[in-house]
T-cell receptor, first 111, second 112 residues
Framework: EDKVVQSPLSLVVHEGDTVTLNCSYEVTNFRSLLWYKQEKKAPTFLFMLTSSGIEKKSGRLSSILDKKELFSILNITATQTGDSAIYLCAVTGTSYGKLTFGQGTILTVHP | DTGVSQDPRHKITKRGQNVTFRCDPISEHNRLYWYRQTLGQGPEFLTYFQNEAQLEKSRLLSDRFSAERPKGSFSTLEIQRTEQGDSAMYLC??????????FGPGTRLTVL
């Protein structure tokens, strides 16, 4: 059964700090890894990663995948209070359509 | 608004009643997914459709749950004889082929 583990489960920082969120996975026939941001509503898509070593970047957020070690990280630099949310990691495998999610990391950014 | 929409946004029902939720995907998306999310957990996969064909169902989807996508556009998820354990957020997502999935706002179900 596919499995995704995220760490830490929660993180409290101050504005301006840089954070690194971790995601490790076990999946049969890996196809892609996705990051989502969830505030008090549905998850919002951030990144989709399929190849190792290629960094995806969007503003202050970036992510990279290591398919050999079976993990991904999501970096957020110069955090802002608006970054406070749950960050979800998910993978697709043999079942191409199904996303298997981790438990999420709750990020709280204080002013 | 061209995103995924869901209706209703909130549903309160008594145990034993049937409920039905609707999802309208992004118009050009051929894949539609249903997930369930409880507090403190990531979404759990329930089922997905490619056009009108239901391609996979989770073991979580008991025989009280049924989903349809009759014309390959909107989808409905019905829960019969609801139980308190069915209380959750029901999320719908859509994608173009195997691309990234975009989520709707969800339907929050409370079973009393």
């Amino acid at each position: 059964e596919d499995k995704v583990v995220q760490s830490p489960l929660s993180l409290v920082v101050h504005e301006g700090d840089t954070v690194t969120l971790n995601c490790s996975y076990e999946v049969t026939n890996f196809r892609s890894l996705l990051w989502y941001k969830q505030e008090k509503k549905a998850p919002t898509f951030l990144f989709m990663l399929t190849s190792s070593g290629i960094e995806k970047k969007s503003g202050r957020l970036s992510s990279i995948l290591d398919k050999k070690e079976l993990f991904s990280i999501l970096n957020i630099t110069a955090t802002q209070t608006g970054d406070s949310a749950i960050y979800l990691c998910a993978v697709t495998g043999t079942s191409y359509g199904k996303l298997t999610f981790g438990q999420g990391t709750i990020l709280t950014v204080h002013p | 608004d061209t995103g995924v929409s869901q209706d209703p946004r909130h549903k309160i029902t008594k145990r034993g009643q049937n409920v039905t939720f609707r999802c309208d995907p992004i118009s050009e998306h051929n894949r539609l997914y249903w997930y369930r999310q409880t507090l403190g957990q990531g979404p759990e996969f329930l089922t997905y459709f490619q056009n009108e064909a239901q391609l996979e169902k989770s073991r979580l989807l008991s025989d009280r749950f049924s989903a349809e996508r009759p014309k390959g556009s909107f989808s409905t998820l019905e829960i019969q004889r609801t139980e308190q354990g069915d209380s959750a957020m029901y999320l719908c997502a859509s994608s173009l082929a195997a691309g990234e999935q975009f989520f709707g706002p969800g339907t929050r179900l409370t079973v009393l």
